[in-house]
């Protein structure tokens, strides 16, 4: 279990001072005069205002969010899995965990190089080894006083800024400012050339600091004012003071130098080794904010249980992650021993831009939904997070086109893993926006349909109407139903309180329709509360007919051990009737006594010619023969065993016109050539009773007046439980 934390930090400790020092890093000390050298002044200004303004744009979608909800600990992660579900959560908060300690163990390679560069005899590995231990033990320590360390990064920083623009270097250098460069490439590659998106691939990563203060959302006194005043006040900062850093270094060397030597700024400060602690100083600050933060991700998807051993990694102690720390600084030595991360280095820009998107996505689907819960004190138009998902996007291909798309496929691959392991509603889910985008489409989607176009018997579907008494009687036709209304389809219960009271029909119904759910069927449920069984059903199915997704089928079942039979067909048949008159079809489930469904495999279909012959185009018209297809067929699939077509004929010499009629019945519905064609000589009941036996046998209603004895008589006949169709004229199986 978590305890309380007895720290909570403010604005300025907590999400200012960790942006701000993330933002002024590396990139600012010892590649801003490479991208001036490369761009010139003009194009270096492009370059970073084009990355800033992604930074912007999403810098204020996440303040947006903050002031919308409460976020809890977890950061960037808690958006996702708050606003777009456990699962998109889970797929985005993992791989930016991860950068954490792939990030600090980067960040402790550039303090190893620019302690090297004054002490180059010190052994590397030990420098490492070093930086990390001393690191980790402050983060160890506490958040508290890993943000006091901070606080001197942050005068050393200042310091070294001081020492920039107060050297004399500008006006001694007199070199002319050149607007546009020759993108002449770097040292390493022997200046082979680049281009504006290969100097802006390098600066980009200056960009990706703008969470640090947001990963600590669960230890702010308000994270609601805390992360839009912090965040967006050490972006503003930070620009200012690229902005500056980058006309200065276009006044103080031609191009030449600045392409040629990554410490310029170094070289021409007022006091160098002020610069190159400044350098040391960001570096460090960076790693100790990535051994801080990273834990919170992880103890927060411990807390949802979605990684392995969740209940380690979501406790605390005295208020601080100290496993999540733990499992986080492992992976941090890890990477360490690697030695060279600058492989993967591009992946970790990624999966930070993808959570920049995800973001942004987040503000664009809630502002755009209307909903009365979106409600931030901070507002911004939706041009600016479309503009920063468009940044974003556009960013991770021209940075690097294939670890964009290696780190998209393994978010994709996370979220389908989580999904597998999660169930689809659960208790965590309950207050995302998916469903309320998934209603907003079938809003928009209602308004766009006419009557006419329900009616559209190439879109039919099958919307079973269910009536039940006792959710226990559904039990016995539970996989038949599944198995009818999947994948497409739809089952709506339709509780009866004649039985049992209202009060406790509802939720045993609404345990029923979540258990559907759970199999991949939508299902929806009501209750009515009238006396008499067929008035209330037939009020039921008039009233649904105002339904977006109205009933077309009214599915119900008929038992030879049920006691009240004969009273009951009574009923059924009433129920029947009333359903042909308002054009809802009719699916009579009865089950063998004790074959039930069988091995739900073969399937037999019974099907009669027309009045007038053999013709199957007139079969259609006269017949019923729609939902016999069309059911069958959909079971046929799920069941992947035999399905066989059956008719009877009184005289041999009928046989081949039989068959021919049965072929082009196949051909006129499209059923493949694995169908089986079966023509039986002799009465119907007979060629019923000598079939052999299937697990399910499908036969058509009388139109005009259901024989529901001769029904049960079948079930007898066939060995399998049956099912009797009666069309409604709305479907056609040959559409």
Not at 131 to 139: C, D, K, N
Not at 407 to 416: A, H, K, N, P
């Amino acid at each position: 279990m978590s305890e309380s934390r007895p720290t909570q930090f403010g604005t300025f400790t907590g999400v200012f001072t960790p942006t701000i020092l993330t933002i002024l890093g590396v990139i600012m000390y010892v590649r801003i005069g490479w991208v001036v050298g490369n761009a010139g002044l003009g194009g270096a200004l492009m370059i970073l205002g084009l990355g800033m303004l992604i930074t912007v744009c999403t810098g204020l979608s996440l303040s947006s969010i903050a002031t919308n909800t409460r976020i809890g600990p977890g950061g960037p992660y808690a958006i996702m899995n708050k606003s777009l579900g456990l699962e998109v959560g889970g797929s985005i908060g993992i791989p930016l965990y991860l950068t954490r300690p792939l990030g600090v163990a980067m960040y402790i390679f550039g303090f190893r190089e620019g302690l090297l560069w004054v002490m180059p005899t010190l052994p590397p590995l030990a420098v490492d080894l070093a930086v990390f231990a001393l690191l980790f033990g402050i983060a160890y320590r506490s958040a508290d006083l890993a943000f006091k360390t901070q606080y001197v990064i942050m005068g050393v920083i200042v310091l070294s800024l001081l020492s920039i623009f107060l050297s004399p270097a500008p006006s001694e250098s007199a070199v002319e400012i050149v607007w546009w460069g020759n993108y002449s490439g770097a040292p390493e590659t022997g200046f082979q050339g680049t281009s504006f998106w290969g100097v802006f691939a390098v600066f980009f990563p200056a960009t990706t600091g703008i969470l640090a203060g947001a990963n600590m959302s669960g230890d702010l006194k308000d994270p609601r004012r805390a992360i839009p005043v912090g965040t967006m006040a050490a972006i503003g900062i930070s620009v200012v003071i690229y902005v500056m850093v980058t006309v200065w270094v276009a006044q103080t060397g031609t191009l030449e130098e600045l392409s040629g030597n990554y410490n310029h700024i170094i070289d021409k400060s007022l006091f160098p080794s002020l610069v190159l602690a400044g350098l040391l100083g960001a570096t460090a600050s960076s790693a100790l904010a990535g051994l801080v933060g990273g834990p919170r991700i992880l103890m927060a998807m411990g807390e949802n249980r979605i990684i392995p051993f969740s209940d380690a990694m979501a406790s605390t102690h005295k208020g601080e992650p100290r496993s999540a720390l733990i499992v986080t600084g492992v992976l941090t030595l890890l990477a360490i021993m690697l030695r060279d991360l600058n492989a993967i280095a591009p992946l970790v820009t990624m999966f930070f831009l993808i959570t920049y998107c995800m973001i942004n996505v987040v503000v664009l689907l809630e502002g755009s939904l209307g909903l009365v819960s979106y409600r931030p004190t901070l507002q911004v138009p939706l041009i600016i997070p479309l503009l920063g998902l468009i940044g974003c996007t556009f960013s991770m291909f021209i940075v690097n086109p294939t670890f964009g798309l290696i780190s998209v496929s393994m978010v994709v691959g996370l979220y389908l893993f989580i999904r597998s392991r999660t169930s689809p509603r659960s208790e965590g889910s309950r207050e995302d926006v998916r469903s309320s985008i998934f209603v907003a489409f079938a809003e928009w989607a209602a308004s766009k349909i006419t009557p006419d176009d329900m009616d559209n018997i190439r879109a039919w579907k099958p919307h079973i109407l269910v009536p039940v008494e006792d959710p226990e009687e559904i039990r016995g036709a539970w996989a038949l139903l599944v198995s009818l209304a999947r994948p497409e389809g739809s089952v709506k219960l339709l509780g009866l309180a004649s039985q049992h009271p209202a009060e406790t029909l509802s939720p045993r119904l609404e345990s029923l329709g979540r258990a559907i759910r759970r199999e991949g069927v939508l299902a929806s449920w009501s209750v009515i509360a009238l006396p008499l069984y067929t008035h209330a059903i037939s009020v039921g199915m008039m009233a649904l007919q105002g339904a977006f997704f109205r009933p077309n089928i009214l599915f119900v079942r008929q038992s030879s051990i049920d006691p009240r039979l004969e009273e009951r067909r009574e009923e059924l048949l009433a129920i029947m009737l009333q359903a042909r008159r308002i054009h809802v079809g009719v699916c009579l489930f009865c089950p063998h006594p004790t074959a039930g469904l069988g091995q739900e495999m073969d399937i037999r279909l019974w099907v009669t010619p027309s009045r007038s012959g053999w013709d199957a185009n007139d079969a259609f018209g006269s017949g019923n023969l729609n939902l016999i297809l069309l059911m069958g067929f959909r079971l046929w699939r799920l069941w992947r065993g035999k399905l066989i077509l059956s008719t009877t004929i009184q005289d041999s010499d009928d046989h081949e016109r039989t068959l021919q009629f049965l072929d082009t019945l196949c051909d006129l519905v499209r059923f493949p050539a694995s169908v089986e064609r079966r023509v039986v000589v002799g009465d119907f009941e007979s060629a019923v009773r000598n079939s052999p036996v299937t697990d399910l046998s499908i036969f058509g209603l009388q139109r005009d007046g259901p024989d529901l004895e001769w029904a049960q008589q079948m079930v007898q006949f066939s060995r399998s439980s049956c099912l009797f169709m009666l069309d409604s004229g709305r479907e056609s199986a040959r559409a």
